[in-house]
């Protein structure tokens, strides 16, 4: 017997405020760091550690990753 999987989401993301206030938020933000981050070194020695994304779509999740990270 199959069962039809839904995939639809449950909620609809519209804000940075929306993000932030997810419980799960700051736990999904170490995974995607962890998988879509990268350590990187400059021309003057200093490192850093950057998460890039494209696209205007991805606005209110940067901004609410800048917000989570610097406690804004």
């Known amino acids: 017997m199959t069962k039809d999987l839904n995939l639809a989401a449950k909620f609809i993301i519209k804000t940075v405020d929306d993000l ?26 200093s490192a850093f550690y950057q998460i890039k994304q494209k696209g205007i779509d991805n606005y209110a999740i940067l901004k609410a990753i800048c917000l989570l990270i610097t406690g804004l």
Request: net charge negative; hydrophobic share 55%; no cysteine.
């Open 20 to 45: 932030i206030n997810l419980d799960f938020f700051a736990d999904w933000l170490a995974g995607f760091t962890m998988a879509e981050g990268s350590f990187g070194f400059k021309a003057n020695g």
